[in-house]
């Protein structure tokens, strides 16, 4: 069965300092989606960044990136100039041919 | 253009009494997905209706079933709830069946409390 693990419940970031996320999945599929949500305060999940598995340039989105590694099952979520706004639980998901699984989440706190 | 909409905000149930909550997809969405997040947790998928049919299911029991209307809007309905059933409902849109193929857009959710 499909996993994914994300290992750090809490991290904290200097606000306009970058900080990096990690995530692994366990899968033996090979075409799947990963994907990064943001659930700030408000409970309403954004959607970050996404990445399919079968291309393997990084995704980028402005000041999100993220570093996957297919062979290692790792997907992490880098987020550089850390804004106040950043703060929020980032879920990491995996979703393949019949389901989707979300990680635990890390709550991600920027300092003033 | 309206995102995903969800009613109620917030309900309060007994247990053994049953709920229904709403959804309403992005204008342009025919897909609409349903999560149960606990307190703490990730969401978890219940299931996936397109063309007004289930079209993938996670592993919830019997008790939650749905429905999609011919404008998209969809419905969650659990029965006979337990006090595990309290949860924050996510409901999401995206467009196409296949899962991943689209983005998917989250509504607000509904917080259920079971007493």
């Known amino acids: 069965a499909q996993t994914v693990t994300q290992s750090q419940p809490e991290m904290s970031v200097q606000e306009a300092e970058t900080v990096t996320l990690s995530c692994t999945y366990d899968?033996?599929?090979?075409?799947?989606?990963l994907f990064w949500y943001k659930q700030p305060p408000s409970r309403q999940m954004i959607l970050v960044i996404r990445?399919?598995?079968?291309?393997?340039q990084n995704a980028t989105e402005n000041r999100f990136s993220v570093n996957f590694q297919k062979a290692a099952k790792s997907f992490s979520l880098k987020i550089s100039d850390s804004q106040l706004g950043d703060a929020a639980m980032y879920f990491c998901?995996?979703?393949?041919?019949?389901?989707?699984?979300f990680g635990k989440g890390t709550r991600l706190h920027i300092l003033p | 253009d309206a995102g995903v909409t969800q009613s109620p905000t917030h309900l309060i149930k007994t247990r053994g009494q049953q709920v229904t909550l709403r959804c309403s997809p992005k204008?342009?969405?025919?897909?609409v997905s349903w999560y149960q997040q606990a307190l703490g947790q990730g969401p978890q998928f219940i299931f996936q209706?397109?063309?007004?049919?289930?079209?993938q299911r996670g592993n919830f029991p019997d008790r939650f079933s749905g429905h999609q209307f011919p404008n998209y809007s969809s419905e969650l309905n659990v029965n006979a709830l337990l006090l595990g059933d309290s949860a924050l409902y996510l409901c999401?849109?995206?467009?196409?069946?296949?899962?991943?193929?689209?983005?998917?857009?989250f509504g607000p959710g509904t917080r259920l409390t079971v007493l």
């Open positions: 999401a849109s995206s467009f196409g069946v296949a899962l991943g193929t689209d983005t998917q857009y």
């Open positions: 899968t033996s599929e090979s075409d799947y989606y």
């Open positions: 990445q399919e598995a079968y291309k393997q």
């Open positions: 998901a995996y979703q393949g041919d019949d389901k989707i699984i």
């Open positions: 204008s342009g969405h025919d897909t």
């Open positions: 209706y397109y063309e007004e049919e289930e079209r």
